[in-house]
T-cell receptor
């Protein structure tokens, strides 16, 4: 089962904040966040491994609520370069340690000047 | 760093021909490599998981005889689309993982396949 991301799309002005959510119906081992620009490969942003973990660099951070089986990505003071499609990739508990990720449907973020 | 390359970046072929796509981890040894397919404005769909020296594990609905995967070494995996048809046209992306636990996947730049 694919994790569900929300919202599907968001339009921001430069400097505004955004939150992207990723929810799973199955217990999560880890959550991986990527950003993909049109025609390019996904670029790794961060990985969250433990329930309650929060990470961040620059103005992008993320949290992982293991109990609620969800993760959120926070983008603050957005820049034009933040535009793209954000995917969460989930690794489920008990997935036989294959390391495989199942990706959400993506959230398209557009930052306007 | 963790750099993954793919070759070719673009390929156009005639219907019925086979196409091979290479995926290489350039600065690390990858315990596992993954192959994805992505249609325009859609998510990444995992096709198969590839481990060096063993048979690939295909996701449900992916034809293993159609999409042949060979993982020859810890730095190279290949995907061959056999007898390609127009419906196989897509963006194929590989990823590599350094180790199994507490590590993410690093993606190659992708290969855009167009079958005429």
């Amino acid at each position: 089962q694919q994790p569900v991301q929300s919202p599907q799309a968001v339009i921001l002005r430069e400097g505004e904040d955004a939150v992207i959510n990723c929810s799973s119906s199955k217990a999560l081992y880890s959550v991986h966040w990527y950003r993909q620009k049109h025609g390019e490969a996904p670029v790794f942003l961060m990985i969250l491994l433990k329930g309650g973990e929060q990470k961040g660099h620059d103005k992008i951070s993320a949290s992982f609520n293991e109990k609620k089986q969800q993760s959120s990505l926070y983008l603050t003071a957005s820049q034009l370069s933040y535009s793209g499609t954000y995917f969460c990739g989930t690794e489920y508990k008990g997935s036989s340690n294959t390391g495989k990720l199942i990706f959400g449907q993506g959230t398209t973020l557009q930052v306007k000047p | 760093g963790a750099v993954v390359s793919q070759h070719p970046s673009r390929v156009i072929c005639k219907s019925g021909t086979s196409v091979k796509i290479e995926c290489r981890s350039l600065d690390f040894q990858a315990t596992t490599m993954f192959w994805y397919r992505q249609f325009p404005k859609q998510s990444l769909m995992l096709m198969a998981t590839s481990n060096e020296g063993s048979k690939a594990t295909y996701e449900q609905g992916v034809e293993k005889d159609k999409f042949l995967i060979n993982h020859a070494s810890l730095t190279l995996s290949t995907l061959t689309v056999t007898s390609a048809h127009p419906e196989d046209s897509s963006f194929y992306i590989c990823s590599a993982r350094k180790r199994l636990y507490q590590e993410t996947q690093y993606f190659g730049p992708g290969t855009r396949l167009l079958v005429l």
